[in-house]
């Protein structure tokens, strides 16, 4: 009979593991160097927050960081590593979760660097849980219309709604006159609306308060009449891109919606699964990058002539810290 032990492997495939030492080469290759140029470092030291924020500006992020990124997300993008996650059709390599959790793991243990950066979780490997929804629910109409996917913001949580999103005060009434979604409510913590042209709305059109089914994912251009986009949330760990936003009778199209009509709340959890899978992944690098600093600073401070490392009283907090890495 099988064990558990038959059952279950833990090694990484083969390919996989080639292909972390290829992301390696090539981030000392155009990244590195990419970081080290002019100033960029600025970016990473100790000036970074200030480097990367545009204060007069809300709070968002600097033109001369986000082109950066840009530029960043374009080698990745030749080099064949940014789109790994997405359908050949999109002109990805379609890796699933394993190799986004593993890659996304790997990178974060690297520590902060214009490869993999938390804060705004860019990355050499792209995140796109939107494009996923895209591949899964886009009508052929809304392919062909944006053939490329559609880069939207995401606005599911509201200032009183966040895990019981199926509370959620934003409603749409159907206009049957001029055959229109009518939308209203609040959004906020939507990453990316600075930049985006749309923005995916959930909103309530059918069923009571609490009920799962009975919300739909509409998508609203950001500069709709109505839309409104109020402020950009102020974090510990700044710039911040992440908007509250208020929508006023904004009308779209019977059509404009993304996944089935009172059915979409299904839609907005692939795209919340997709991310939350790769930021534990990206959590776990980042603790894993912590030990191996802790260890490394233990090893060379020596007091009194003898590494740090020697005594169990650092030795066993770095154990304890080390083992639910290992665990996870």
């Known amino acids: 009979s099988l064990t558990m032990a038959d059952e279950m492997n833990f090694d990484l495939p083969a390919e996989l593991v080639v292909y972390l030492k290829e992301l390696d080469d090539f981030i000392e290759r155009e990244i590195v160097p990419l970081q080290l140029q002019d100033d960029n470092m600025r970016f990473f030291d100790r000036r970074r927050e200030w480097a990367r924020t545009d204060w007069e500006n809300g709070g968002l992020p600097r033109k001369e960081w986000e082109s950066l990124l840009a530029e960043m997300r374009r080698r990745a993008d030749s080099a064949g590593h940014y789109r790994l996650v997405l359908s050949p059709e999109f002109g990805g390599k379609g890796k699933g979760n394993l190799w986004m959790a593993v890659i996304r793991e790997h990178l974060a243990s690297k520590g902060l660097g214009l490869h993999n950066d938390l804060q705004n979780e860019s990355s050499i490997v792209g995140n796109f849980g939107?494009?996923?929804?895209?591949?899964?629910?886009?009508?052929?109409?809304?392919?062909?219309?944006?053939p490329h996917g559609l880069h939207a913001a995401f606005?599911?949580?509201?200032?009183?709604h966040g895990s019981d999103a199926t509370w959620m005060d934003t409603h749409a009434e159907f206009d049957d006159a001029t055959q229109e979604w009518?939308?209203?409510?609040?959004?906020?913590?939507?990453?990316?609306?600075?930049t985006a042209e749309y923005a995916m709305i959930f909103a309530r059109t059918q069923g009571k308060r609490g009920d799962a089914a009975g919300i739909?994912?509409?998508?609203?251009?950001?500069?709709?009449?109505?839309?409104?986009?109020?402020?950009f949330l102020w974090t510990f760990n700044m710039p911040s891109d992440h908007g509250r936003v208020?929508?006023?009778?904004?009308?779209?199209?019977?059509?404009?919606h993304l996944g089935p009509l009172h059915n979409g709340l299904g839609n907005g959890r692939l795209f919340l699964q997709e991310n939350?899978?790769?930021?534990?992944?990206?959590?776990?690098?980042?603790?894993?990058?912590?030990v191996n600093e802790s260890v490394k600073y233990a090893l060379h401070r020596k007091p009194f002539g003898e590494p740090l490392a020697k005594n169990q009283a650092i030795q066993f907090p770095l154990v304890e810290l080390q083992a639910p890495c290992c665990g996870s």
């Open 276 to 290: 939350r899978l790769r930021q534990a992944a990206s959590s776990l690098g980042a603790a894993q990058y912590c």
């Open 130 to 146: 939107s494009h996923l929804q895209w591949q899964l629910h886009a009508t052929p109409e809304q392919k062909k219309r944006w």
């Open 246 to 256: 208020s929508l006023n009778n904004v009308r779209v199209p019977k059509d404009s």
């Open 216 to 231: 739909t994912n509409f998508i609203v251009p950001t500069d709709a009449p109505g839309f409104t986009k109020d402020e």
């Open 155 to 160: 606005g599911l949580t509201e200032p009183d």
């Open 182 to 194: 009518v939308i209203s409510g609040e959004k906020m913590w939507m990453t990316g609306v600075h």
